[in-house]
Nanobody
Framework: VQLQASGGGLVQVGGSLRLSCLASTRGFKIRGMGWSRQAPGKRRELVAEVDNDGLLHYVDAVKGRATLSRDDAKNTVYLQMHSLKPEDTAVYYC??????????????WGQGTEVTVSS
């Protein structure tokens, strides 16, 4: 299983961005996808995720500013954010919950894409 994240970069305060994450699963089922982030000197935190039933969850810090969407045909999840703030600066990691043929589930993480919000 490989997760390829893209879309990070330098953005001005108040700007917007879209992160993409492509999952290569070799036929395993994806039961959920999402994004977490880790700011310098801080613990990794969940930003947004969608489960297999399509239920969305957002951390309070991004509610109203972020939209998570999933394209199952492309095995891709997108995180659209607007009204960016300096505190959104972090490395963003894509996550996928993968179910094997035996029914067990494991979390897989992408390599991370850096987002810097600058004034």
């Amino acid at each position: 299983v490989q997760l390829q994240a893209s879309g990070g970069g330098l953005v001005q305060v108040g700007g917007s961005l879209r992160l993409s994450c492509l999952a290569s699963t070799r036929g395993f089922k994806i039961r959920g996808m999402g994004w977490s982030r880790q700011a310098p000197g801080k613990r990794r935190e969940l930003v947004a995720e969608v489960d297999n039933d399509g239920l969305l969850h957002y951390v309070d810090a991004v509610k109203g500013r972020a939209t998570l969407s999933r394209d199952d045909a492309k095995n891709t999840v997108y995180l659209q954010m607007h009204s960016l703030k300096p505190e959104d600066t972090a490395v963003y990691y894509c996550k996928a919950v993968i179910e094997t043929e035996l029914g067990s589930r494991s979390d897989y993480w992408g390599q991370g894409t850096e987002v810097t919000v600058s004034s």
